[in-house]
């Protein structure tokens, strides 16, 4: 008797198969995590980090959220192992110039962090790997219809932001949100190295605490990493503020004994496995 085989309908995620993508629940936390990454790299699982970013964004629902950078790092109980690979969060660095003089004097180059989702959406990655000749990182920004309504605090869809000039934000700002952004001057964040810092070099700089959310949370994460420091990674001394451009902040785990936990931009182009982002709902 011959048995007849049906052929498996597979669904699409923005021209990918499902099956590329792995849901990881992050087990023995009190809040629930899941994380999302490519199961292995190959040609047909398209688009990877819009991808994965999208489907996290679904998991987590209009209740709940993908976690920046602060949130990831905050506390202590995220720190165990999420797996191999690289954790994306919503969060980015944005660099072009405060061309209105909303902060800073007229043209004066700017670095905005922007925690819990600002311009780089999974639509406008896309965007950047269709019009792209050549893969870079991080990606072009449009000055004059991204960065100056970013610096108003507009966002897509007509939504809105609040943003701190670094100076107010380190002194801590009430009630702070989870979407939300920090602006100061290219010279000052760039005014720290970038490679394998000890945490007493990291106490008190400017990029730091705004990667981390704060001089709190920047404390509190530099008390929870064991070692005498970690990898703080950067572009920033060779960024054109006359060329706008954007880079989603990602943390590395330590893979071997010998290596630490990095902590930079990440290469928006890259298409290997082992990329995660982490939900909770």
Request: aromatic content about 12%; hydrophobic content about 30%; overall charge positive.
């Amino acid at each position: 008797m011959t048995k007849t085989v049906t052929k498996e309908k597979k669904t699409k995620l923005f021209g990918i198969d499902k099956d590329c993508l792995d849901e990881l629940p992050i087990k023995n936390l009190p809040r629930v995590l899941t994380a999302f990454q490519m199961s292995y790299y190959n040609k047909r699982c398209g688009f990877v980090i819009p991808t994965i970013l999208r489907s996290a964004q679904k998991y987590a629902g209009k209740k709940g959220y993908v976690l920046s950078m602060p949130q990831l790092l905050n506390e202590p109980e995220t720190y165990p192992s999420f797996g191999w690979g690289s954790l994306f969060t919503l969060s980015e660095e944005d660099i072009g110039k405060d061309t209105e003089g909303r902060f800073f004097k007229k043209g004066t180059p700017v670095v905005v962090t922007v925690h819990g989702g600002g311009i780089l959406t999974p639509e406008r990655i896309e965007k950047a790997y269709r019009s792209s000749t050549e893969y870079q990182a991080p990606i072009n920004l449009s000055q004059k219809e991204e960065i100056v309504p970013l610096l108003r605090g507009q966002l897509q869809f007509g939504k809105q932001i609040p943003l701190y000039e670094f100076g107010d934000f380190k002194k801590g700002i009430p009630n702070l949100k989870d979407n939300y952004g920090i602006v100061q001057k290219l010279e000052t964040a760039s005014n720290v190295t970038s490679g394998y810092l000890s945490k007493s070099k990291l106490y008190g700089q400017p990029l730091f605490i705004a990667r981390m959310g704060g001089v709190k949370r920047a404390r509190t994460c530099l008390e929870n990493v064991v070692g005498n420091g970690f990898g703080f990674e950067h572009e920033l001394k060779m960024a054109d503020p006359n060329k706008p451009s954007g880079s989603l902040l990602c943390y590395r785990e330590p893979i071997y004994w010998f290596s630490s936990m990095t902590i930079g931009t990440v290469d928006l182009y890259s298409e290997y496995n082992g990329q995660q982002f982490v939900a909770e709902r």
